[in-house]
């Protein structure tokens, strides 16, 4: 897949681990199955714009955070 779509991944589980919240927990919020997310967050899934804004609102970001290359610097990617 993509680097792009494995980055974006990477944000995702980086936005959730700061909220404290499990996969479960967070496809929950963001009206989505489990295996979903964990399929995003590993950059296996080329996610809808739909679901985008799911997980942002589930995580209390903006769905431009979600693609801020800038967070992909911070040693919690690494």
């Known amino acids: 897949m993509d680097n792009r779509v ?7 589980r980086y ?8 996969q479960d927990d967070l496809a929950d919020k963001a009206n989505l199955h489990r295996t979903y997310v964990g399929a995003v967050e590993r950059g296996e899934r ?3 714009l739909l679901n985008i804004l799911r997980l942002a609102d589930a995580l209390h970001v903006t769905a431009k955070e979600l693609f801020d290359e ?3 610097n911070q040693e919690h990617l690494k």
């Open 46 to 48: 080329n996610i809808s």
């Open 6 to 12: 494995k980055a974006f991944g990477l944000r995702v």
């Open 15 to 22: 936005f959730r681990k700061r909220l404290g919240i499990s």
């Open 70 to 72: 800038d967070i992909d």
